[in-house]
């Protein structure tokens, strides 16, 4: 008799383990469907920098600092800098198939990234200031506005 209870217990401990854990799944899921995207704008560049190279992170920044202040005060918008020589940032090499110093605007909701854009057309727009903050603030302005 004692062992039949046992049974009983064991199923019973069972089903609330099973179903607590079914709960906590759809808890997680629906908190990552409701998380809201985070949009990313990275400057990737090498030890080694040219006027260019220096002018387009400047540049870059200004715009996105200028017309997203509250986008990157609230967090949605987060400006980054990251040299691919050191080790540690290498694998972005790879991951955006960089060859040259380049703007990443990239989509992250939670951990994953969802997309990501090369906004290669900086390096054509150096001699023009008004042109190239357009073209930054309008790359970012449509991930922005998803």
């Not at 704008?41 to 090498?46: D, W």
């Not at 040299?83 to 290498?90: H, T």
């Not at 060859?99 to 989509?107: A, D, G, Q, Y």
């Not at 150096?126 to 991930?143: A, C, M, P, W």
């Amino acid at each position: 008799m004692a062992t039949n209870i046992q049974k009983l217990v064991f199923v019973v401990f069972t089903v609330i383990i099973f179903l607590a854990g079914e709960t906590g799944a759809d808890d997680k899921e629906t908190k990552m469907s409701s998380e809201k995207a985070k949009i990313i704008v990275s400057y990737f560049y090498t030890t080694y920098r040219c006027p260019s190279c220096e002018k387009i992170e400047k540049w870059s920044y200004e715009a996105i600092k200028d017309s997203f202040p509250e986008a990157l005060k609230d967090g949605r918008l987060i400006w980054r800098a990251v040299n691919v020589d050191k080790p540690e940032n290498k694998h972005f090499i790879k991951d955006y198939n960089l060859f040259t110093k380049s703007l990443i605007i990239s989509e992250l909701k939670g951990e994953k990234e969802m997309k990501w854009e090369n906004m290669d057309k900086v390096w054509q727009l150096l001699r023009d200031q008004e042109n190239f903050f357009s073209y930054v603030t309008l790359g970012v302005k449509k991930y922005l506005e998803k």
